[in-house]
């Protein structure tokens, strides 16, 4: 199994601007080079200020897929191509 790797003390960020219905103290930080589309950050964005209420784990194409749900009952679930070399997805409310 592939793991990502942690150089975040190697690399430099910059901060991106949070969407417009986010809190101020929001934060978005990409690494310095990455072309980050506002889709990208307004997605993740819909995560900000909940809390994790459960997770559970279910099937999806036979495999196992660890499901996070969130308070208001927003879900999430990592999706990755079959070969797991390549980063993955963070699919929301795409498991209910």
Not at 2 to 27: D, G, I, M, W, Y
Not at 29 to 48: C, I, K, S
Not at 65 to 77: D, K, M
Request: charged content about 20%; hydrophobic content about 40%; overall charge negative.
């Amino acid at each position: 199994m592939n793991h990502p790797e942690n150089h975040s003390q190697f690399v430099k960020f910059r901060r991106l601007p949070a969407p417009a219905n986010c809190s101020v103290h929001a934060t978005v930080y990409a690494e310095q080079g990455l072309n980050v589309t506002n889709f990208e950050v307004e997605h993740y964005a819909r995560l900000w200020g909940r809390k994790v209420t459960e997770i559970r784990f279910e099937t999806y194409k036979g495999d196992i897929l660890p499901v996070i749900v969130f308070s208001g009952g927003l879900s999430a679930a990592v999706y990755c191509d079959p070969e797991c070399n390549a980063p993955g997805y963070l699919g929301i409310d795409w498991a209910i």
